[in-house]
């Protein structure tokens, strides 16, 4: 955000990655998004806000993760792989770069009232996190399937003041809980500021989010040559599900076409199997909250319902910046199925002593994927811990 290594992702006026982005509100919403809009990066590159953001990534989240060479793993695939250890954030994932981010935002837009989705609750927790830790009312809406198979995150969120909302539309998942923060916004325009989780919604969001969780890889560019012994890796890879914590992995090497980066989407039971979240390999383009992205969708235009054993991938969208990254060919994305995505958190789990969490394995899976050169540097973007998917885990092995 602030270092000059990097050349930046180049968003139009309107917030167009080539043709996916945009921001479609409802008339309701025109001033807040524009207000964003208009602010959002001098906020972004303020001395102060930059000071202040540094200060708690350092002290509070505790970065910079390390850059993790797992050797067991390696030599089993016959490459380097490095792990970048967002799981050891504060909170457990890498949406605290994020939340710590949008509240520093929020608190300069004299915003009182602070809104979320949800899905596995891991951005639920980290807003109910940010907002204890600034004094901030907080109210999160999550699927009400979400709320019963993420039980840990939903007793933390309230643990931290935060009122949890059950969304009881459609699949009762993520999409679901992002139409009804949207409601909430609607209703709420003056007071509140919506701390979306992912690269998704209206610009300035999806640019927004990705500004803030680059820090990802601007640590990883001042690690590579320490840990690897070379200047950039060969190949970046990570989950998508909205596509945050790939679209910080991925940020300061976009421009560097050496860097091969591959992301994992979520292909549930499998790509034809009809339950699946699988956006960019079946998607077709299309608006949803607030831009234009591939989506899953019906011949004529409904939203298929997604699937994936994993809350946090189970999302119909993709942020625009990946379904412009697809579409040129810059990154590939891959499908990879519940039952890999689960064979991969056993893998790490008994080779490297990490228990990943059910996102962060569907980018492991493409370690069995995709072929890699014994010297080549892969570095896996290990998005969260798997505390959270312990149950499922457990009825998964029937431990
Ligand atoms: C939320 C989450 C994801 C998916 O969200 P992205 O915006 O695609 O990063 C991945 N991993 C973990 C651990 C998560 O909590």
């Known amino acids: 955000m602030t270092k000059n290594t990097f050349k930046e992702i180049k968003i ?41 953001f540094r200060d708690l990534l350092k002290n509070y989240v505790g970065r910079a993760t390390p850059l993790y060479h797992a050797k067991r793993l390696s030599e089993k695939y016959n490459t380097r792989i490095f792990l970048k250890r967002e799981d050891l954030c504060h909170t457990g994932a890498h949406k605290v770069n994020n939340t710590i981010g949008q509240i520093l935002l929020a608190k300069r837009l004299g915003k009182k009232r602070i809104i979320a989705e949800t899905g596995a609750g891991q951005h639920g927790v980290a807003t109910a996190t940010v907002c204890a830790l600034m004094g901030m009312e907080c109210l ?27 969304a009881l539309s459609g699949s009762r998942t993520l999409k679901d809980a992002t139409n009804e923060a949207i409601r909430d916004w609607l209703s709420n325009p003056e007071d509140t500021h919506y701390i979306i989780g992912s690269v998704v919604g209206p610009h300035p969001y999806p640019d927004l989010v ?16 320490i840990q690897t012994g070379q200047k950039l890796p060969d190949v970046v890879m990570a ?10 992995a ?7 076409p050496s860097v091969r980066l591959i992301a994992a989407e979520a292909a549930g039971l499998g790509v034809n199997s009809g339950e699946t979240a699988a956006t960019i390999t079946l998607g077709k383009s299309g608006i949803l909250h607030g831009s234009k992205s591939f989506l899953i969708q019906t011949d004529d235009g409904q939203i298929v319902e997604p699937y994936s054993i994993s809350a946090g991938l189970d999302y119909p969208g993709v942020g625009p910046l990946h379904a412009h990254l697809a579409a040129t060919g810059r990154a590939d994305y891959l499908p990879v199925t519940d039952d ?15 228990i990943p969490a059910l996102e962060s ?23 969260g811990r798997g ?9 998964h092995l029937e431990i």
């Open 12 to 52: 139009d006026e309107r917030g167009f990655y080539g043709e996916f982005g945009g921001a479609y509100v409802p008339e309701m919403l025109h001033r807040n998004v524009e207000e964003l809009q208009k602010c959002y990066l001098d906020i972004l590159n303020d001395a102060e806000f930059q000071k202040e």
């Open 140 to 166: 999160v809406y999550m699927g009400e399937v979400d709320i019963a198979r993420q039980a840990p995150n939903v007793a933390r969120m309230k643990m931290l003041g935060t009122k949890v909302v059950p």
């Open 210 to 225: 990705a500004r803030l969780q680059s820090v990802i890889s601007e640590e990883m560019l001042e690690q590579m040559p």
């Open 239 to 248: 989950c998508v599900g909205g596509g945050s914590n790939a679209a910080g």
């Open 250 to 256: 991925f940020y300061h090497f976009i421009n560097e």
């Open 340 to 354: 890999e995505a689960m064979k991969s958190v056993i893998e790490l789990s008994r080779l490297e002593g990490i």
């Open 361 to 383: 394995a569907h980018a492991f899976a493409l370690l069995e994927k995709c072929t890699f050169k014994p010297d080549d540097v892969v570095a896996i973007c290990l998005s």
């Open 387 to 395: 505390d959270k998917d312990l149950q499922t885990y457990m009825k």
